[in-house]
């Protein structure tokens, strides 16, 4: 079992950044693939972007390119979503996920494990 604890969301104005994070414990953090997704009111949930575990390599949503950065610090256990020049329609519930296998993938049902979500709310 992974246990993933995220934080750091909040109100910010369209503009702005926030930075969220994610401690995980239980196994090894370094052998899982960490992603971020969100689900806005009456929408699915939508993968924004993941990190694969072998080779650090990331992987994002279109509409966020440019924008937000996934990094990880694999020795504080925790994965991080810096989110810059913040839209509207960023606002969602982001979540945290780890995926055992090693390519990040943009499906949301394989991701294994998911944490409780934090609310990000842009406001115009």
């Known amino acids: 079992q992974v246990q993933l604890v995220e934080s750091g969301g909040g109100l910010v104005q369209a503009g702005g950044s926030l930075r969220l994070s994610c401690a995980a414990s239980g196994r090894t953090f370094s052998r899982y693939t960490m992603g971020w997704f969100r689900q806005a009111p009456g929408k699915e949930r939508e993968f924004v972007v993941g990190?694969?575990?072998?080779?650090?390599?990331?992987y994002e949503l279109d509409s966020v390119k440019g924008r937000f950065t996934i990094s990880r610090n694999n020795a504080k256990e925790t994965v991080y979503l810096q989110m810059n020049s913040l839209k509207p329609e960023d606002t969602a519930v982001y979540y945290c996920?780890?995926?055992?296998?090693?390519?990040?993938?943009?499906?949301?049902?394989?991701?294994?494990?998911w944490g409780q979500g934090t609310q990000v709310t842009v406001s115009s």
């Open positions: 996920a780890a995926d055992s296998t090693a390519k990040v993938r943009d499906i949301t049902k394989v991701w294994d494990y």
């Open positions: 990190i694969s575990w072998s080779d650090g390599s990331t």
